[in-house]
């Protein structure tokens, strides 16, 4: 029913001829996959690596946005500016914006409103840090962060929204959660967006990111609440990207 979506997370890597080289490695080995495949790269590169993913199916995506239509935001991007290279998702809330940015749950909303506004899908991060955790919290956090950032999304539009659960503990530490710690929080996940948006909760596709491999993408991959994965440092590689967008088995338990 939920079409299962692999997006990478490039954060500040590649150059343009980096991209490009990566696009004509990796769009072969993907031909034919039955999953929607999503690049989330560097504002630089999108202009260039758009063309390089045409006809593939292979959705460009950005890693941040503006949620103002225009004007005086020195150094920032608005939704119309990534719509006119092809953007057709944009992340929104990663933890590092949230944490380096100062990226609230409030600003995460106006920029998933302004991104649908423009039709491009939302792809908001949530996710606990490992004190919260610890606390007893994560559940509670991640709930909270969901309330803040969808609420001002109309049931109408929701189904279009993907949320990615990225514990922060996980995220570039080689820490991948286990596929019961993240079902657990996908199936808490789930339940929020029903309350929030009636039957159209279960049509929500929930991304887990985290450290995730091609060694540890089948087991995530085969949990019922887990629709995709949101990968940073193994979506630089071409062929390690390929294999997560295949759920690779080699390696699962
Ligand atoms: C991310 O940045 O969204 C991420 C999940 O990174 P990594 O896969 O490197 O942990």
Redesign the pocket.
């Known amino acids: 029913m939920r079409r299962p979506i692999l997006a990478a ?1 490039w ?1 500040m890597h590649k150059t343009n001829a980096e991209a490009i080289d990566f696009a004509e490695a990796f769009v072969p080995l993907v031909a034919g996959a039955d999953v929607d495949v999503v690049i989330a790269a560097p504002f630089t590169l999108l202009d260039r690596l758009g063309p390089k993913l045409a006809g593939s199916g292979i959705a460009l995506a950005a890693q941040n946005v503006n949620p103002n239509e225009s004007g005086a935001f020195t150094g920032e991007i608005a939704p119309a500016m990534l719509v006119d290279v092809g953007c057709r998702y944009a992340i929104v809330g ?1 933890s ?1 914006r949230r944490a380096l940015y100062g990226e609230t749950d409030e600003v995460v909303s106006q920029k998933a409103v302004a991104l649908l506004a423009h039709d491009i899908r939302p792809i908001v ?1 949530v996710g606990e840090t490992l004190e919260q955790r610890d606390a007893g919290a994560a559940l509670s956090v991640v709930a909270q962060q969901l309330r803040g950032s969808l609420s001002e999304i109309p049931t109408t539009r929701a189904a279009e929204v993907v949320v ?1 659960y ?1 514990p922060v503990w ?4 080689g820490r991948t959660a286990t596929p019961q710690i993240a079902q657990e929080v996908h199936e808490s996940v789930r339940a929020v967006l029903s309350d929030l948006f009636g039957s159209t909760g279960a049509e929500i596709r929930i991304q887990y ?4 491999k091609p060694e540890t993408v089948y087991d995530l991959m085969a949990q019922p609440d887990i629709d995709g994965a ?6 630089l590689d071409p062929e390690a990207f390929s294999r997560i967008v295949r759920f690779d088995r080699e390696g699962a338990k």
Request: hydrophobic share 35%.
């Open positions: 997370n954060k990663h590092e991060c990615a990225e996980a995220i570039g530490t990111g985290g450290s995730v949101l990968v940073g440092g193994a979506s």
